[in-house]
């Protein structure tokens, strides 16, 4: 079998350095070629870590940078987007910036640019901010009604690629944790933080109306392998869109508890408020849980409990 060419844009962020380790633990065993895109800093760390990847700077706004692929690496066989303006509040200043960055037409183009375009398979990483948040357990048939920017650039992204591209997997993501990247990142991480202030006896004001599925890491690295390979067995265009979380539905209120409860921490440390009682700076959706049955029947993976993802986070962050 032909080495296959897998390209992680986006690859100094969270998820993309998961991935890179991911990918780089089964190189040995499978076949491939390995690439990532970065924007913001030389990823010194990272090359030192992957010795044997590809790194390229590519700004996603202009596509300055996807020349320098094609020469080098040429075309991708698996490109994963993990790229993205992120952060809600960046999104709301700058709704211009957040369509630029997140919808990737300059990516697709990119990739339209090759003689047998659509022999490359596109993963992109979604969100489970596109849902409005009036109810529990959201399903992919559900129709999206994004509350904030962010949510409607993600939106507006899905309905390009389904357009534009026709060998796709969108994967609406929840929030993703885990333990820390090889380079960290400069966001900070939901389960360290909360580890944080309660190692020091300080009071943790947390959402006890607001609902997701956390996802941990590891599992949303599987999730993105196993599609790679479900697309490689069936030889055929992939059209797929799943939601992507932890089968618990838990408050923020309740991410706290599982930390305090894990590391042994007053509970009464712990102040459950309203989300409403707090001005973020931006509309946030009350309840996004999601509906992974879908998930769990095409891909065969059944995603960590969240508590079991909190154990294993924090039994990384200790062994640091």
């Keep these: 079998m032909s080495a296959k060419k897998v390209l992680v844009v986006g690859g100094t962020g969270y998820l993309g350095q998961h991935l890179l380790q991911g990918f780089s633990e089964i190189q040995a065993t499978t076949p491939f070629a390995l690439a990532f895109t970065y924007n913001s800093f030389p ?11 590809f790194a390229f700077h590519v700004d996603l706004k202009t596509g300055l940078g996807f020349d320098s692929i094609s020469q080098q690496f040429g ?9 993205a303006l992120s952060v ?17 037409s300059s990516l697709v183009n990119w990739l339209s640019s090759f003689a047998h375009s659509d022999n490359t398979l596109l993963i992109h990483l979604s969100t489970d901010q596109v849902y409005e948040g009036v ?27 389904s357009e534009k591209w026709s060998n796709f997997a969108i994967l609406r993501s929840s929030i993703i944790f885990g333990p820390q990247t090889v380079s960290p990142v400069p966001k900070s991480l939901p389960i360290q933080w909360i580890d944080g202030v309660l ?22 690295v599987a999730i993105i392998r196993t599609s790679i390979e479900k ?26 508890e599982a930390v305090a409860q894990i590391r042994g921490y007053d509970s009464s440390l ?9 001005d973020r700076g931006v509309k946030s ?5 999601m509906d992974i049955t879908k998930l769990v029947q095409k891909l065969n993976i059944c995603p960590t409990p969240f508590k079991d993802g909190v154990k294993l986070t924090l039994a990384a962050e200790a062994s640091l």
Aim: charged content about 25%; some cysteine; hydrophobic content about 35%.
């Design 43 to 53: 990823p010194r760390p990272l090359l030192l870590a992957f010795p044997t990847s």
């Design 75 to 83: 075309q991708p066989d698996v490109v994963v987007n993990c790229a």
């Design 88 to 104: 809600p509040r960046a999104c709301e200043n700058d709704p211009d910036a957040a369509i630029s960055i997140n919808v990737p």
């Design 135 to 161: 109810k529990s357990f959201y399903k992919e048939e559900d129709e999206a009604l994004p509350v904030n920017v962010y949510g409607k650039s993600k939106v507006a992204a899905e309905q390009f690629i």
């Design 199 to 220: 190692s020091k006896g300080d009071k943790v004001e947390s959402f006890y109306d607001e609902y997701r599925c956390p996802i941990y890491v590891k599992d949303v």
């Design 231 to 256: 697309w490689l067995s069936e030889g055929k265009k992939m059209q797929l869109l799943l939601n992507v979380g932890g089968p618990d539905r838990v408050s923020r209120v309740q991410m706290a």
């Design 270 to 278: 712990i102040k459950p408020v309203s989300a409403s009682s707090v």
């Design 285 to 289: 959706p009350a309840d996004i849980s």
